[in-house]
C-alpha cells in the first residue's frame, strides 16, 4: 500500500495522526490503525483537490485527514462503531458418557430442561456452522478469528484491513445473522 503514496503524503497523514492523538484518545485504536484509516481516506478523497481554490495539496491533504479523525472520534463517543461480538453458548452440551447408565433421569425436570437446552445448543452451532460456511470468505474468516478470541487490532493486522471495514462487515455478519434467527449466538 506503501507504493500508493508519495512519501509527502505519507509524512502529512504520520504529523495529523500524532498531532491528533496528542489531544484526543480514540478507544480500539492504536497508531497504525489510524494511519490506514487516513491513508485509505485520502486515497479516496485526493481526486477532489483543486489547485485553483488557493491551498496547497498538503494543506487540503489536512484538513482531509483531521476530519476524518474528528469523524472517527463522533463515532465512537456515539456508540455507532459499538459491535456485538459473536459467542458461544454458556450451556456446555452434555458429553455421550452422561447419557450413559442411571446418572441420567430424564423424569427429574431439572435434568430434563438442561439436557432439551443442550440438544437445543448444539443444533443451534450446527445452524451456525451452516451459516457461517456461506459467508464470504473475508466474513468467515473473521467469524473464526472472533471465535478464537482474537482482538479487533489483531483481526485487522492478520486479515490487512482497517478496523472500520471489519466493524461494516460485522454488521453485514450480524444481519445474516438475525436473518436466519441465530440472535442467541449474538451478545
Same mark, same amino acid.
Given at each position: 500500500?506503501?507504493?500508493?503514496?508519495?512519501?509527502?503524503?505519507i509524512?502529512?497523514? +504520520? @504529523?495529523? *495522526?500524532?498531532?491528533? /492523538?496528542?489531544t484526543?484518545? %480514540?478507544?480500539?485504536? #492504536?497508531?497504525?490503525? !489510524?494511519?490506514?484509516?487516513?491513508?485509505?481516506?485520502?486515497?479516496?478523497?485526493?481526486?477532489k483537490?483543486r489547485?485553483c481554490?488557493?491551498?496547497?495539496?498538503?494543506?487540503? &491533504?489536512?484538513?482531509? !485527514?483531521?476530519?476524518?479523525?474528528?469523524? *472517527?472520534l463522533?463515532?465512537?463517543s456515539t456508540? +455507532?462503531r459499538? %459491535? @456485538? !461480538?459473536?459467542?458461544?453458548?454458556?450451556?456446555?452440551?452434555? #458429553?455421550?458418557?452422561e /447419557?450413559?447408565?442411571?446418572s441420567?433421569? *430424564?423424569?427429574?425436570k431439572?435434568?430434563?430442561?438442561?439436557f432439551?437446552? $443442550?440438544?437445543?445448543? %448444539?443444533?443451534?452451532? $450446527?445452524?451456525?456452522a451452516?451459516v457461517?460456511?456461506?459467508?464470504?470468505? *473475508?466474513?468467515? +474468516?473473521?467469524?473464526?478469528?472472533? &471465535?478464537?478470541?482474537? $482482538? &479487533?487490532?489483531?483481526? $485487522?493486522?492478520?486479515?490487512n484491513?482497517?478496523r472500520?471495514?471489519?466493524?461494516?462487515?460485522?454488521?453485514? %455478519?450480524?444481519?445474516i445473522? !438475525?436473518?436466519?434467527?441465530?440472535?442467541?449466538?449474538?451478545?
Amino acid at each position: 500500500m506503501a507504493e500508493d503514496f508519495e512519501k509527502w503524503e505519507i509524512a502529512v497523514a +504520520k @504529523n495529523v *495522526v500524532n498531532k491528533f /492523538l496528542g489531544t484526543n484518545k %480514540i478507544k480500539g485504536y #492504536d497508531f497504525d490503525d !489510524l494511519l490506514q484509516e487516513c491513508l485509505l481516506h485520502w486515497y479516496q478523497k485526493r481526486g477532489k483537490y483543486r489547485e485553483c481554490k488557493g491551498t496547497t495539496k498538503k494543506t487540503f &491533504m489536512g484538513k482531509i !485527514l483531521k476530519r476524518r479523525l474528528q469523524e *472517527v472520534l463522533r463515532d465512537q463517543s456515539t456508540d +455507532k462503531r459499538k %459491535i @456485538n !461480538l459473536l459467542t458461544e453458548p454458556l450451556v456446555i452440551a452434555p #458429553d455421550d458418557s452422561e /447419557l450413559d447408565g442411571d446418572s441420567f433421569d *430424564v423424569s427429574d425436570k431439572k435434568q430434563k430442561k438442561d439436557f432439551d437446552l $443442550s440438544q437445543h445448543y %448444539i443444533a443451534m452451532e $450446527s445452524d451456525v456452522a451452516s451459516v457461517i460456511s456461506k459467508l464470504p470468505s *473475508v466474513q468467515k +474468516k473473521m467469524c473464526h478469528l472472533i &471465535m478464537e478470541g482474537y $482482538s &479487533m487490532a489483531h483481526i $485487522s493486522r492478520i486479515l490487512n484491513k482497517p478496523r472500520a471495514t471489519l466493524y461494516d462487515e460485522i454488521k453485514r %455478519i450480524q444481519k445474516i445473522f !438475525l436473518d436466519h434467527r441465530l440472535n442467541e449466538y449474538l451478545e
